[in-house]
């Protein structure tokens, strides 16, 4: 069965210091990538996306991903987080033969201390 | 940017009956709904899909007598929650695509259902 694997429940990090969220999938085939934040009474947005060529990807907000293929892993960095950069992440993957069939994993709380 | 909005934002209900819950694509005609359920401090699980003029296709594990979903327009899907119990509380969260090929989804803001 597919699978996506975030490997934090929950962060707490200093303002300034760098973020790496992991994210790993099962599925054997073709996918597409995503990450979405969830700010504190808010509805999901998109961060960024990854659906073929350059492996690392940029979104908003100076977030950036990198697509490891060989690993099955997708994982979220921003260099120097911000007090707003507190939300839930999630990581989701669209295996490109489930149209529109999203797999979002756990989900990663992360609480920036000022 | 594409705006869905979701109405209500927040109900309670008390068990037994029922609640609709409409997903609203604002500025562009979704040909394809999505419907997800949240319980606090997980994750999104997909409930149903919902294509424009046709019937929703459900998940495993999810009943289709109890969670009706209906997409009569190009920008509107309801779902209804029927004879609901307190276990039905949730949060539930609607996602649209533009069209065929299109893999961004775009969210609504959710509505909050507490089934008393």
């Known amino acids: 069965a597919q699978s996506v694997s975030q490997h934090n429940h929950h962060v707490i990090l200093s303002e300034a210091a760098s973020l790496e969220l992991g994210c790993n999938y099962s599925?054997?085939?073709?996918?597409?990538l995503f990450w979405y934040v969830q700010y504190p009474g808010q509805h999901l947005q998109l961060l960024l996306k990854y659906f073929s060529g350059d492996p690392l990807v940029k979104g908003i907000k100076g977030f950036e991903a990198e697509f490891i293929k060989s690993k099955f892993s997708f994982n979220l960095r921003k260099p120097s987080v911000q007090w707003s950069d507190t939300a839930e992440y999630f990581c989701?993957?669209?295996?490109?033969?489930?149209?529109?069939?999203?797999?979002f994993g756990a989900g990663t709380q992360v609480v920036v201390t000022p | 940017g594409a705006v869905v909005s979701q109405h209500p934002s927040w109900v309670i209900c008390k068990s037994g009956t029922s609640v609709k819950i409409e997903c609203r694509s604002l500025?562009?005609?979704?040909?394809?709904m999505f419907w997800y359920r949240q319980f606090p401090k997980q994750s999104l699980m997909l409930m149903a899909t919902?294509?424009?003029?046709?019937?929703?296709?459900?998940e495993q594990g999810v009943e289709k007598d109890k969670f009706l979903i209906n997409h009569a327009s190009l920008t509107l899907s309801t779902l209804t929650v029927t004879s609901a119990h307190p276990e039905d509380s949730s949060f539930y969260i609607c996602s649209a695509i533009a069209g065929p090929g299109d893999y961004e989804q775009y969210f609504g803001p959710g509505t909050r259902l507490t089934v008393t």
């Open positions: 989701a993957v669209l295996p490109t033969d489930s149209w529109g069939k999203l797999q």
């Open positions: 599925y054997g085939g073709t996918v597409n």
């Open positions: 919902s294509n424009e003029g046709s019937k929703a296709t459900y």
């Open positions: 500025d562009f005609q979704a040909t394809t």
